[in-house]
């Protein structure tokens, strides 16, 4: 079972399993609205197996990551998980759900994207995480507040970008405001602890789904299905 179905989530500033994504136990939750049954799923970028420790009781999970380190420690974390040593291991087409958490990296975004989306079996689906350039936080931190070597487009870039993998988008969201502080005349602490209230209320919210619009969060969740 998921564990933000059952524990409380992730607390702010507190790293878990050396990840520093907050919303990991989020993300795993819009996950399997979207495939309830299960399946096999694999990560790509799957760091020190964060996502992959939340949902590997619901899938048959896989991950790989490009630095050889990370898949070291996403193996002693996640001993259930298969780390492929080279994405190239995986086998077209073989693939429920394929994961990437921002490391859609130009340039050639469009070659990578179809590279991650040709691991996606017909009807499965490709979950991609990648910052909002044009959210209500971005808006607030600056529009260039994040790293530079990660894709920041519009949901209407990504939206052609799919279509173009022969990827049709079927819902875009937010993962909310948790990266605080936003405004310099408010403690840190307060904002955080503001940026908290609906974090608490998502871990028990009977329906999982934001109560961010997609237009406010730091990132935008992106689901797309794999046509015929």
């Known amino acids: 079972m998921l564990r933000a179905a059952s524990e409380p989530p992730h607390q702010p500033g507190t ?28 990560e790509y970028g799957c760091r020190e197996g964060g996502l992959l ?20 420690r996403c193996r002693a ?11 190239e291991a995986a086998e077209p087409a073989s693939f429920d759900v394929v994961v990437a958490l921002d490391c859609v990296r130009p340039p ?19 979950f991609l995480v990648a910052p909002n350039p044009g959210g209500l936080a971005h808006w607030l931190k600056g529009r260039h ?3 530079a070597d990660i894709a ?12 173009k993998a022969d990827l049709k988008v079927v819902d875009i969201e937010s993962d909310g405001l948790w990266d605080a502080p936003y405004l310099p005349v408010l403690p840190t602490a307060l904002q955080r602890a503001m940026c908290d209230v609906p974090v608490a209320v998502q871990a028990y919210w009977p329906i999982s789904r934001s109560l961010w619009p997609a237009a406010a969060g730091e990132c935008l969740l992106i689901t797309a299905r794999k046509g015929s």
């Open 15 to 42: 790293p878990e399993q050396g990840d520093d994504r907050r919303p990991l136990w989020w993300y795993a939750r819009v996950v399997l609205r979207h495939c309830p049954e299960g399946g096999r799923l694999i």
């Open 53 to 72: 420790e939340q949902i590997a009781d619901d899938f048959e999970v896989f991950g790989y990551d490009e630095d050889p380190i990370l898949r070291q």
């Open 77 to 87: 974390a996640v001993p259930d998980a298969v780390i492929l040593e080279e994405w």
């Open 108 to 126: 050639q975004l469009a070659q990578r994207l179809t590279r991650l989306a040709e691991k996606v079996a017909v009807g499965g689906l490709l």
């Open 145 to 147: 507040q994040g790293a």
């Open 152 to 163: 920041h487009l519009s949901r209407g870039e990504w939206m052609t970008l799919m279509r």
